[in-house]
């Protein structure tokens, strides 16, 4: 899903994946696995300083920042179709309200 909405939105929107416990190796099949275009960077530190630092316990989590770098939504756990569509566009039209 995320493949597909980056090949929809990711001329309007910055996706970008965050490993937090994989091996460099995995977070690159992964990559692979699911068509990922879009950066994807890995948190080195184990316990996960990035998702410790957002205050999350589980994953995976989304996160949706409109374009002044604000948290506007987030979702946590395996996202559905509608909430990544609906969070996508909540960002759109803060940037924009033709979008």
Known sequence: MLAEAHRT???RVQFIGVDIEDSVSAGRQFVRRYGWTF???RDPDF???FR???GFVGQPDTLFYDAAGHLASSWQGPITK???RSGVRSILRTASPSA
Do not use: V
């Open 47 to 49: 316990p996960s300083a």
């Open 9 to 11: 939105y990711g001329d």
């Open 39 to 41: 950066p994807s960077i």
């Open 52 to 54: 410790q630092g957002l």
């Open 82 to 84: 509608d909430a990544l």
